[in-house]
C-alpha cells in the first residue's frame, strides 16, 4: 500500500517486450503506434515516388500508367488502414485505460490479438504489389477492382478484410472499456474528451465497418469464385459497390479525424491552462458527427447518383459542417485568454486548428453542388481530403506524441527539434497542397502520371514542397530516437494536467496506478485553487517517481 | 478540495486488490462485447440479404420458379430444429443457473446436436439445388443465371454461423464436464447469446428467402 | 459475488401466468416461448402457402397480395425473433444500453437496406 515507495521502482519495460505478445495495453498501445508510424514512412516513400513522377508530364520514372496506378493505390491504402487507423488505436490504446483510471482495458486478450492481425493484414496487403499489384486505387470501384485488375486485388481485399475485423474487435473494446470501467466518481459528464471522441469513433467503427466487410466478402466471391455481384454484364449492380462501400468508408473519415478532435480538446486545454470551452457541447458534437456521418455517404456519389438523390445528400454533407463548427470554435473560445505555453504539442494543435479549416471550408465547396460537378476527380479533391487527413489527422498526431510522448517513455521530447520539425511540416505540407486547389480549378485531373505540360510549374512547385514535407519526417524520428535515450526526465507530470493518466508515474507501472486513483471534479478545470492544489498533491505524490537514467533497471 | 493531501490521492481499494476486475464487472463486460459484436453481424448479414431481396424484386418469375422446384417441406422441417436447439440452449443456461451441471451438458449437448442436423439439412438442400443446376457463380447458360449467388451467399454465410456455433456448443461442454462454469455460467451465456443470434438471422433469413 | 450472477433467479419458476391462466410446464416461460415460436411457424408457412396459391388463381391482383403477403409475413418474422432476443437472450432483465446497442445497428442496416431497394440498380436515369 506504499504507494510512493513502490512509485519509485517503476521501470521501463525493455525494448524486447514490445516485440513479444502482451496483454498489457500500454505494450500494445506502443507496438500499435510504432508499427503504424512504420507504415506511415512505407506511405510517404510512396507519395515521393508518385510526386517524383509528377516532376515532368510525361511517364519517366513508371514504366507505364498501370505501375503508376498502383502506387497511387498503394499509398491510399497503406496510409488509411495501416496508418491513420492504427495509430489512433494507439494513442487510444495507451492513453484511454489511464484517463478512466481502469488497470487495463475490458478485454485485454482481444486488444493484442486486434493488434496481431495487422501485421499479416499488411504482409498480405504489400505482397500484393510483387504480384500484379492492385490499380483500383484504393476505393476500389467495380469493374475496375473486379475485370481489370490482377491477383494483388485479392490481396488487397484479403488484407482490408483482416483490417476491418481488428478494427472492429478494438472498437468494441474501447466502447466495453470506456461505458463500464469508469471509477465511481467520473460519470459520463466528467470523462475527457478523448475518451468522449474514442467513445464515438468506436461506435461508428462498429457498425460502418461491417459494412466494408460485407462489402469485401462480395468482392471477393465476384474475383475468386465467379460471382457477378458487382458487373453489369452478368446481372450485377455496379453502383451496389459504390454504395456500401460509401456506407463505411464516409464514416471512416470520421473514425480517422474523430480522435484527433479529442487530442485537440486535451492539448489545447492543457497547453493554454484554460477549462475547454463548452465541454458538454463538444462531447455531444462527437456524437452528432458520428450519426450525421451515417447520412452523407453519397455526397461521394454525385456523378454516379441519381440527379434528385443530390439534394438531400448536399444537405446532409452541409449540416454536417454544423457538429465541427462547435467544435472548432470550442477550439478558439479555450484558446482565447488562455495562458499559452507555445510548447511542440500545442503548435501542433494549432497547426490542425488552421490547416483543418480550411479541409473543412473546402469541404462544404465540394458539398456545393454545382462545384463539385465543376471540380469532380481534380487536385481540388485530393487538396481538399489531404487537408482533412494530414493537416487534420496527422497534425493531431503529432500533437499527441508530443503530448503523451513524456508518459510513454518517461522522457521529455527535444522542444528546439519539435519547432524545427513544426516549420518544415508546416510549411512543407501548406505549399504541398494549396497548389493542388489551383491546379484543381484549372482543370488538372487526379490518378494519371500524364498530364498537360501547362500545369509542370506547378507540379514542380508542388513537388519540391512534398520533399520538404517528406524531409521533416526524419526530424522527428531523429527526436523520438534521440529523446527515449537522452530525453530529460520527464516526471509524472510535466504539463500539470489534470486528467488522470498523468496521475500516476511515467511510465505507468504495470497496474498503472498503485490504488484506484481518484479523478478531479472537473478534467479541465484549470485556473482554480483546488486544481493547483490536486496539481500539487500529484506531484508531491510521484516526486520520486523518476526512471533510472540508463531506463531498464529498477531502483 | 484545497485541503486535498497526497494520502487522499488514492482511495483505498474499493472492489480489488490484486489487479483483476470483479466477477460482476467480468460478466457485465463480457456481455456488452458480445451484444456489440452481434451488432457488428446485423450489418454484415444485411449486405448479404439486400442483395437477395434485390434481386427477389427485380426477377420474380426465377424466384417463383425456384420456390416450386424446392417447396417448403425441407426447410420448415430445418427450422423447427434450429428453433428446437435454442430452445435447449436456453435450458442448459437454466440448469447451469440452478447448479445441475449435468442437466446443462445434456441440454448443449442436444443443441449442437441440432446445429449438426441443421447442416446436414442445408446439405441436402444444397445437392437439390446443384442437382437443379443452380451454381454460385454467374453461368450465362443456365436459366437461373444469376440466382445462384444471391441464394448461397447469405444461406452460406449463416451455415457457417451455426457450424462456428456447433464448435463452440462443444468446448463449452467440454468445459462444463470440467466444472468451469459452476461458479459463474458467463461462458454459457455469452455462447447462448451467440447461437440465439444465429437463430434470429434465420428466422428472418427462413421469412425472406423461402416464403416471401 | 456469486449471488449477482442468479439475479435472474427468479424467472426459473416453471409456473407461468398467461392470459390470467397459471401454467406449469418444465421449463416455465423458455417452453412457452417455445410452444409460441413453433405456432407462429406454422401459422407462417400456412398463410405463406395460402397467399401464394392466392396470387396464383388471381393474377389480377397479385402485386396487391403480394404486398400483404410480404407484410404478413415479415411482421411473423420479427414477432418471432423479439420473441427470441427478449426471452431467450433475456434483454428483458438487461440494461437499456443493451437494446441501444442491438436497436442502433437495426436502425443503420434497415435504412440502408430501405435505401437500396429504393434506388434503381442501374443508378443515373436521366
Same mark, same amino acid.
Given at each position: 500500500m506504499a504507494t510512493q515507495h513502490e512509485a519509485e521502482t517503476v521501470r521501463r519495460p525493455a525494448l524486447s517486450e514490445y516485440l513479444r505478445w502482451s496483454v498489457d495495453h500500454k505494450i500494445i498501445g506502443v507496438q500499435y503506434g510504432v508499427a503504424a508510424f512504420l507504415f506511415f514512412m512505407v506511405g510517404g516513400a510512396m507519395a515521393m515516388g508518385i510526386r517524383l513522377e509528377l516532376?515532368? +508530364?510525361?511517364?519517366?520514372?513508371?514504366?507505364s500508367g498501370s505501375a503508376y496506378n498502383s502506387l497511387f493505390t498503394m499509398h491510399g491504402t497503406v496510409m488509411i488502414f495501416l496508418f491513420i487507423i492504427p495509430m489512433w488505436a494507439a494513442f487510444g490504446n495507451f492513453v484511454v485505460p489511464l484517463q478512466l483510471g481502469a488497470?487495463?482495458?475490458?478485454f485485454p486478450w482481444l486488444n493484442a490479438f486486434a493488434f496481431w492481425l495487422i501485421p499479416p493484414a499488411a504482409i498480405v496487403i504489400l505482397l500484393g504489389y510483387f504480384v500484379? +499489384?492492385?490499380?483500383?486505387?484504393?476505393?476500389?470501384?467495380p469493374p475496375l477492382s473486379t475485370l481489370f485488375s490482377g491477383d494483388g486485388q485479392t490481396l488487397w481485399a484479403l488484407g482490408a478484410h483482416l483490417l476491418g475485423i481488428s478494427s472492429i474487435m478494438g472498437s468494441i473494446n474501447f466502447i466495453v472499456t470506456i461505458l463500464n470501467m469508469r471509477p465511481p466518481q467520473m460519470i459520463i459528464w466528467t470523462m475527457p474528451l478523448l475518451c468522449w471522441a474514442v467513445l464515438a469513433t468506436s461506435i461508428i467503427a462498429v457498425m460502418a465497418t461491417p459494412f466494408l466487410a460485407g462489402a469485401l466478402t462480395l468482392l471477393l466471391l465476384d474475383r475468386v469464385a465467379g460471382t457477378t455481384f458487382f458487373d453489369a454484364s452478368g446481372g450485377g449492380d455496379v453502383l451496389l459497390w459504390q454504395n456500401i462501400f460509401w456506407f463505411y468508408s464516409h464514416p471512416a473519415v470520421y473514425i480517422m479525424v474523430l480522435p484527433g478532435m479529442g487530442v485537440l480538446s486535451e492539448v489545447l486545454s492543457i497547453h493554454c491552462r484554460k477549462p475547454v470551452f463548452g465541454y458538454r457541447m463538444v462531447g455531444l458534437s462527437s456524437m452528432g458527427i458520428a450519426f450525421v456521418g451515417f447520412t452523407v455517404w453519397a455526397h461521394h456519389m454525385f456523378t454516379s447518383l441519381q440527379p434528385e438523390l443530390r439534394i438531400p445528400f448536399m444537405i446532409t454533407t452541409m449540416i454536417i459542417a454544423v457538429p465541427t463548427g462547435i467544435k472548432m470554435f470550442s477550439w478558439l473560445g479555450t484558446i482565447w485568454g488562455g495562458k499559452m505555453r507555445f510548447t511542440s504539442a500545442l503548435l501542433f494543435a494549432l497547426g490542425f486548428m488552421s490547416m483543418f479549416v480550411i479541409g473543412g471550408i473546402t469541404g462544404v465547396m465540394l458539398a456545393a453542388l454545382p462545384f463539385d460537378i465543376h471540380v469532380h476527380d481534380t487536385y481540388f479533391v485530393v487538396s481538399h481530403f489531404h487537408f482533412v487527413l494530414f493537416g487534420g489527422s496527422v497534425f493531431a498526431i503529432y500533437a499527441a506524441l508530443y503530448h503523451w510522448f513524456p508518459k510513454v517513455t518517461g522522457r521529455m521530447m527535444n522542444e528546439r527539434l519539435g519547432r524545427i520539425h513544426f516549420v518544415f511540416t508546416y510549411f512543407g505540407f501548406l505549399f504541398t497542397f494549396f497548389p493542388m486547389h489551383i491546379v484543381g480549378m484549372l482543370g488538372m485531373p487526379r490518378r494519371v502520371a500524364v498530364y498537360d505540360p501547362n500545369f509542370t510549374d506547378w507540379n514542380q512547385f508542388i513537388s519540391f514542397w512534398a520533399f520538404v514535407l517528406g524531409f521533416s519526417t526524419f526530424i522527428v524520428v531523429y527526436n523520438v530516437i534521440h529523446s527515449y535515450f537522452r530525453g530529460p526526465v520527464a516526471g509524472a507530470n510535466p504539463w500539470r494536467a489534470?486528467?488522470?493518466?498523468?496521475?500516476?508515474?511515467s511510465p505507468p507501472p504495470v497496474t498503472n496506478f498503485d490504488d484506484d486513483p481518484i479523478p478531479f471534479?472537473? +478534467?479541465?478545470?484549470?485556473?482554480?485553487e483546488a486544481s493547483a492544489a490536486y496539481l500539487d498533491a500529484v506531484d508531491a505524490a510521484f516526486s520520486g517517481g523518476r526512471p533510472t537514467p540508463d531506463g531498464n533497471q529498477a531502483d | 478540495m484545497a485541503e486535498l493531501t497526497a494520502d487522499s490521492l488514492h482511495a483505498v481499494a474499493t472492489h480489488d486488490d490484486h489487479g483483476h476486475i470483479s466477477e460482476d464487472e467480468h460478466n457485465s463486460n463480457m456481455k456488452l462485447g458480445l451484444w456489440l459484436y452481434l451488432a457488428s453481424e446485423i450489418v454484415i448479414f444485411s449486405i448479404m440479404i439486400v442483395g437477395y431481396i434485390i434481386f427477389r424484386i427485380n426477377e420474380e418469375d426465377i424466384v417463383a420458379q425456384a420456390h416450386d422446384e424446392l417447396g417448403v417441406a425441407l426447410v420448415t422441417a430445418n427450422t423447427f430444429v434450429l428453433l428446437a436447439s435454442s430452445f435447449f440452449m436456453v435450458m442448459g443456461l437454466r440448469a447451469m443457473q440452478q447448479g445441475n451441471r449435468s442437466g446443462m451438458l445434456r441440454w448443449i449437448g442436444l443443441t449442437a446436436l441440432g446445429g449438426i442436423v441443421f447442416l446436414g439439412g442445408q446439405y441436402i438442400e444444397y445437392s437439390e439445388l446443384a442437382h437443379l443446376g443452380i451454381v454460385l457463380g454467374f453461368d450465362d447458360a443456365s436459366a437461373w443465371s444469376t440466382f445462384g449467388m444471391r441464394f448461397y451467399a447469405p444461406t452460406f454465410f449463416h451455415g457457417a454461423h451455426v457450424f462456428v456455433g456447433v464448435l463452440w456448443a462443444l468446448e463449452v461442454m467440454r468445459r462444463g464436464a470440467k466444472g468451469?462454469?459452476? $461458479? $459463474?455460467p458467463i461462458g454459457i451465456e455469452m455462447f447462448g447469446l451467440y447461437w440465439h443470434f444465429v437463430d434470429v438471422v434465420w428466422i428472418m433469413l427462413f421469412t425472406l428467402i423461402y416464403l416471401v | 459475488m456469486a449471488e449477482a450472477t442468479h439475479h435472474n433467479s427468479g424467472h426459473h419458476s416453471n409456473t407461468v401466468r398467461l392470459l390470467g391462466r397459471k401454467i406449469t410446464v418444465e421449463g416455465g416461460i423458455y417452453t412457452v416461448v417455445f410452444g409460441a415460436l413453433a405456432l407462429l411457424t406454422v401459422i407462417e408457412v400456412l398463410s405463406a402457402e395460402f397467399l401464394k396459391g392466392a396470387i396464383h388463381d388471381a393474377p389480377s391482383a397479385a402485386a396487391t397480395l403480394q404486398a400483404i403477403k410480404a407484410i404478413v409475413l415479415l411482421g411473423i418474422a420479427i414477432i418471432k425473433s423479439s420473441l427470441v432476443i427478449w426471452f431467450y437472450m433475456h434483454l428483458r432483465e438487461e440494461k437499456p444500453l443493451i437494446a441501444v446497442v442491438i436497436l442502433l445497428p437495426l436502425l443503420v442496416a434497415t435504412l440502408s437496406i430501405m435505401f437500396l431497394l429504393a434506388i434503381p440498380p442501374l443508378g443515373y436515369t436521366l
Amino acid at each position: 500500500m506504499a504507494t510512493q515507495h513502490e512509485a519509485e521502482t517503476v521501470r521501463r519495460p525493455a525494448l524486447s517486450e514490445y516485440l513479444r505478445w502482451s496483454v498489457d495495453h500500454k505494450i500494445i498501445g506502443v507496438q500499435y503506434g510504432v508499427a503504424a508510424f512504420l507504415f506511415f514512412m512505407v506511405g510517404g516513400a510512396m507519395a515521393m515516388g508518385i510526386r517524383l513522377e509528377l516532376w515532368t +508530364p510525361t511517364l519517366d520514372l513508371m514504366a507505364s500508367g498501370s505501375a503508376y496506378n498502383s502506387l497511387f493505390t498503394m499509398h491510399g491504402t497503406v496510409m488509411i488502414f495501416l496508418f491513420i487507423i492504427p495509430m489512433w488505436a494507439a494513442f487510444g490504446n495507451f492513453v484511454v485505460p489511464l484517463q478512466l483510471g481502469a488497470k487495463d482495458m475490458a478485454f485485454p486478450w482481444l486488444n493484442a490479438f486486434a493488434f496481431w492481425l495487422i501485421p499479416p493484414a499488411a504482409i498480405v496487403i504489400l505482397l500484393g504489389y510483387f504480384v500484379t +499489384p492492385a490499380e483500383a486505387g484504393w476505393t476500389s470501384y467495380p469493374p475496375l477492382s473486379t475485370l481489370f485488375s490482377g491477383d494483388g486485388q485479392t490481396l488487397w481485399a484479403l488484407g482490408a478484410h483482416l483490417l476491418g475485423i481488428s478494427s472492429i474487435m478494438g472498437s468494441i473494446n474501447f466502447i466495453v472499456t470506456i461505458l463500464n470501467m469508469r471509477p465511481p466518481q467520473m460519470i459520463i459528464w466528467t470523462m475527457p474528451l478523448l475518451c468522449w471522441a474514442v467513445l464515438a469513433t468506436s461506435i461508428i467503427a462498429v457498425m460502418a465497418t461491417p459494412f466494408l466487410a460485407g462489402a469485401l466478402t462480395l468482392l471477393l466471391l465476384d474475383r475468386v469464385a465467379g460471382t457477378t455481384f458487382f458487373d453489369a454484364s452478368g446481372g450485377g449492380d455496379v453502383l451496389l459497390w459504390q454504395n456500401i462501400f460509401w456506407f463505411y468508408s464516409h464514416p471512416a473519415v470520421y473514425i480517422m479525424v474523430l480522435p484527433g478532435m479529442g487530442v485537440l480538446s486535451e492539448v489545447l486545454s492543457i497547453h493554454c491552462r484554460k477549462p475547454v470551452f463548452g465541454y458538454r457541447m463538444v462531447g455531444l458534437s462527437s456524437m452528432g458527427i458520428a450519426f450525421v456521418g451515417f447520412t452523407v455517404w453519397a455526397h461521394h456519389m454525385f456523378t454516379s447518383l441519381q440527379p434528385e438523390l443530390r439534394i438531400p445528400f448536399m444537405i446532409t454533407t452541409m449540416i454536417i459542417a454544423v457538429p465541427t463548427g462547435i467544435k472548432m470554435f470550442s477550439w478558439l473560445g479555450t484558446i482565447w485568454g488562455g495562458k499559452m505555453r507555445f510548447t511542440s504539442a500545442l503548435l501542433f494543435a494549432l497547426g490542425f486548428m488552421s490547416m483543418f479549416v480550411i479541409g473543412g471550408i473546402t469541404g462544404v465547396m465540394l458539398a456545393a453542388l454545382p462545384f463539385d460537378i465543376h471540380v469532380h476527380d481534380t487536385y481540388f479533391v485530393v487538396s481538399h481530403f489531404h487537408f482533412v487527413l494530414f493537416g487534420g489527422s496527422v497534425f493531431a498526431i503529432y500533437a499527441a506524441l508530443y503530448h503523451w510522448f513524456p508518459k510513454v517513455t518517461g522522457r521529455m521530447m527535444n522542444e528546439r527539434l519539435g519547432r524545427i520539425h513544426f516549420v518544415f511540416t508546416y510549411f512543407g505540407f501548406l505549399f504541398t497542397f494549396f497548389p493542388m486547389h489551383i491546379v484543381g480549378m484549372l482543370g488538372m485531373p487526379r490518378r494519371v502520371a500524364v498530364y498537360d505540360p501547362n500545369f509542370t510549374d506547378w507540379n514542380q512547385f508542388i513537388s519540391f514542397w512534398a520533399f520538404v514535407l517528406g524531409f521533416s519526417t526524419f526530424i522527428v524520428v531523429y527526436n523520438v530516437i534521440h529523446s527515449y535515450f537522452r530525453g530529460p526526465v520527464a516526471g509524472a507530470n510535466p504539463w500539470r494536467a489534470l486528467t488522470l493518466e498523468w496521475a500516476t508515474t511515467s511510465p505507468p507501472p504495470v497496474t498503472n496506478f498503485d490504488d484506484d486513483p481518484i479523478p478531479f471534479e472537473d +478534467p479541465y478545470g484549470y485556473g482554480t485553487e483546488a486544481s493547483a492544489a490536486y496539481l500539487d498533491a500529484v506531484d508531491a505524490a510521484f516526486s520520486g517517481g523518476r526512471p533510472t537514467p540508463d531506463g531498464n533497471q529498477a531502483d | 478540495m484545497a485541503e486535498l493531501t497526497a494520502d487522499s490521492l488514492h482511495a483505498v481499494a474499493t472492489h480489488d486488490d490484486h489487479g483483476h476486475i470483479s466477477e460482476d464487472e467480468h460478466n457485465s463486460n463480457m456481455k456488452l462485447g458480445l451484444w456489440l459484436y452481434l451488432a457488428s453481424e446485423i450489418v454484415i448479414f444485411s449486405i448479404m440479404i439486400v442483395g437477395y431481396i434485390i434481386f427477389r424484386i427485380n426477377e420474380e418469375d426465377i424466384v417463383a420458379q425456384a420456390h416450386d422446384e424446392l417447396g417448403v417441406a425441407l426447410v420448415t422441417a430445418n427450422t423447427f430444429v434450429l428453433l428446437a436447439s435454442s430452445f435447449f440452449m436456453v435450458m442448459g443456461l437454466r440448469a447451469m443457473q440452478q447448479g445441475n451441471r449435468s442437466g446443462m451438458l445434456r441440454w448443449i449437448g442436444l443443441t449442437a446436436l441440432g446445429g449438426i442436423v441443421f447442416l446436414g439439412g442445408q446439405y441436402i438442400e444444397y445437392s437439390e439445388l446443384a442437382h437443379l443446376g443452380i451454381v454460385l457463380g454467374f453461368d450465362d447458360a443456365s436459366a437461373w443465371s444469376t440466382f445462384g449467388m444471391r441464394f448461397y451467399a447469405p444461406t452460406f454465410f449463416h451455415g457457417a454461423h451455426v457450424f462456428v456455433g456447433v464448435l463452440w456448443a462443444l468446448e463449452v461442454m467440454r468445459r462444463g464436464a470440467k466444472g468451469r462454469y459452476d $461458479n $459463474n455460467p458467463i461462458g454459457i451465456e455469452m455462447f447462448g447469446l451467440y447461437w440465439h443470434f444465429v437463430d434470429v438471422v434465420w428466422i428472418m433469413l427462413f421469412t425472406l428467402i423461402y416464403l416471401v | 459475488m456469486a449471488e449477482a450472477t442468479h439475479h435472474n433467479s427468479g424467472h426459473h419458476s416453471n409456473t407461468v401466468r398467461l392470459l390470467g391462466r397459471k401454467i406449469t410446464v418444465e421449463g416455465g416461460i423458455y417452453t412457452v416461448v417455445f410452444g409460441a415460436l413453433a405456432l407462429l411457424t406454422v401459422i407462417e408457412v400456412l398463410s405463406a402457402e395460402f397467399l401464394k396459391g392466392a396470387i396464383h388463381d388471381a393474377p389480377s391482383a397479385a402485386a396487391t397480395l403480394q404486398a400483404i403477403k410480404a407484410i404478413v409475413l415479415l411482421g411473423i418474422a420479427i414477432i418471432k425473433s423479439s420473441l427470441v432476443i427478449w426471452f431467450y437472450m433475456h434483454l428483458r432483465e438487461e440494461k437499456p444500453l443493451i437494446a441501444v446497442v442491438i436497436l442502433l445497428p437495426l436502425l443503420v442496416a434497415t435504412l440502408s437496406i430501405m435505401f437500396l431497394l429504393a434506388i434503381p440498380p442501374l443508378g443515373y436515369t436521366l
